[in-house]
């Protein structure tokens, strides 16, 4: 059965593979190939170290738990507190991107290029 998650990534890297079709076999500008190129030679990165990232965090995070006082069951309002913890995570993780240089030198490369790239 599909879930949202495999449809949306199977869209994404439709979109992306699409756009690299299409860039590649039309007389596009050099630059523009350079640019497409290392946007997506960059995302690949991201999305290796984001995996290594994601690993360590879940195996970490399962030896605490069993060390854990307070264990919530499972219910729909836990969900939707994860999600929006989640998401305010992830934007404060943003902000701190634009905010400290060591970490807008690696996100400097989103916000660079001339083109718009979908990656």
Same mark, same amino acid.
Request: one cysteine or more; a neutral charge; aromatic letters at 22%.
């Given at each position: 059965? $599909?879930? =949202?998650?495999?449809?949306?990534?199977?869209?994404?890297?439709?979109?992306?593979?699409?756009?690299?079709?299409?860039? =590649?076999?039309?007389? /596009?500008?050099?630059?523009?190939?350079?640019?497409?190129? /290392?946007? $997506?030679?960059?995302?690949?990165?991201?999305?290796? #170290?984001? =995996?290594?990232?994601? #690993?360590?965090?879940?195996?970490?995070?399962?030896?605490?738990?069993?060390? /854990?006082?307070?264990?919530?069951?499972?219910?729909?309002?836990?969900?939707?507190?994860?999600?929006?913890?989640?998401?305010?995570?992830?934007?404060?993780?943003? =902000?701190?991107?634009?905010?400290?240089?060591? $970490?807008? /030198?690696?996100?400097?490369?989103?916000?660079?290029?001339?083109?718009?790239?979908?990656?």
């Amino acid at each position: 059965m $599909f879930n =949202l998650d495999i449809i949306g990534t199977v869209l994404v890297f439709t979109a992306v593979l699409v756009e690299i079709i299409l860039t =590649l076999l039309h007389d /596009a500008d050099k630059k523009l190939k350079k640019d497409m190129m /290392a946007n $997506f030679s960059i995302g690949l990165c991201i999305i290796v #170290v984001g =995996l290594f990232e994601k #690993v360590m965090v879940f195996a970490f995070f399962s030896f605490v738990y069993h060390f /854990a006082i307070f264990k919530p069951s499972f219910s729909f309002w836990l969900w939707i507190a994860g999600f929006l913890g989640c998401d305010f995570i992830y934007y404060l993780y943003h =902000l701190l991107e634009h905010k400290s240089r060591i $970490f807008w /030198a690696a996100h400097l490369t989103h916000h660079s290029s001339r083109y718009f790239i979908f990656q």
